[in-house]
């Protein structure tokens, strides 16, 4: 794992994050700039840059966990929908190099985006505790 990867720090909890889900080759945890509350990101343990990297059986149990984690985001925030989102390259706006998939609660009305601003730990510990209790 890289060293100065931000997600690979998380993965081997040298770095906080409130983490809504893991097992031995996933963590799923919420973003701390949320386009809304529940934002939640879910990432390989491995390091892989992007999805032309991550091999195919473990994008396939990946995308098992965002399905689980997408619908106790749901019930947890009471969304209207979701958004899964996965970004590759600058181009594409991918600004961490690590393959992740982002899980947004949407709402009816609401704005697509909007300015996101960095939540305290504490509050992001507590929206955390809310959606595990739906998992």
Do not use: W
């Not at 973003?31 to 195919?56: Q, S």
């Not at 996965?86 to 609660?105: L, S, T």
């Amino acid at each position: 794992m890289p060293e100065a990867c931000t997600f690979c720090r998380i993965v081997r909890n040298e770095e906080e994050a409130s983490r809504v889900y893991e097992d031995e080759n996933v963590v799923a945890f919420l973003d701390d700039r949320p386009a809304n509350e529940g934002h939640t990101l879910v990432i390989p343990k491995e390091h892989y840059e992007d999805i032309y990297e991550i091999p195919d059986e473990q994008i396939a149990y990946l995308f098992k966990i965002v399905k689980k984690v997408a619908q106790a985001v749901a019930e947890s925030e009471k969304a209207d929908g979701i958004s899964i989102v996965q970004n590759n390259g600058e181009a594409a706006h991918q600004n961490i190099f690590h393959f992740h998939v982002h899980i947004v609660p949407r709402y009816e009305g609401q704005e697509s985006r909007r300015p996101r601003e960095i939540v305290s730990q504490s509050e992001l510990d507590l929206v955390a505790a809310k959606i595990r209790k739906h998992l």
